[in-house]
């Protein structure tokens, strides 16, 4: 085998135990008494993220938009969501976005930078196209932005809140979100 397919076929099973084990959590919730309840082992101080934990910790979230790829590296946690559905609102995505920025620093103590693309994925030609970026880190931002964004009901972002984030529209983004909600 070349280096480049044992590499794409690591890749691949990772992102699937992460949907496997999304699956699983999601059944087991479903099954055992739903949102509220939480595993026996659940901590509430922060814990370090490792290779070893990051596919536990990362199906911990409850994320409409599926991830598409992770890689942790260096205190540098690198997310991209993928879109599938026409239908997903912008005030999901914001939601899936503050869900990885609160994991990310208040849930975890050792992510000093979380690097975040929301991605839209073709179905019919299977290329994925660039939405939204943002480069989270730590401490640049108040403890209530993330909850600022949790709760933005408008497609285009406030200053703030693209200052805070480092946030980055495309031209698709505005497109599908910003001048289809304008009317």
Sequence with gaps: MKPRMIVTAS???T???VFLLVAIQ??????????????ASASHHPVQLTNDNLVDVLSSMQLSTPIARVE????????????????TSYTEIYENMA????????????????LLRVMAEDEWMHKRHLLLAADIRRGEWPLYAIETLRN????????????????METELWKKQFEMTSQG
């Design 15 to 17: 992102v699937a135990a």
């Design 152 to 167: 933005w009901k408008s497609a285009a972002f406030s200053d703030e809140l693209k200052d805070w984030f480092h946030l």
């Design 11 to 13: 890749m691949l099973a």
């Design 99 to 114: 869900a990885v920025a609160d994991l990310g620093f208040r849930s975890l103590d050792n992510v000093d930078q979380v």
């Design 72 to 87: 942790w590296k260096q205190s540098i946690l690198t997310l991209d969501l993928k879109v599938k559905r026409t239908g």
């Design 26 to 39: 999601t059944l087991h919730m479903r099954t055992w008494g739903g949102d509220n309840v939480q595993p």
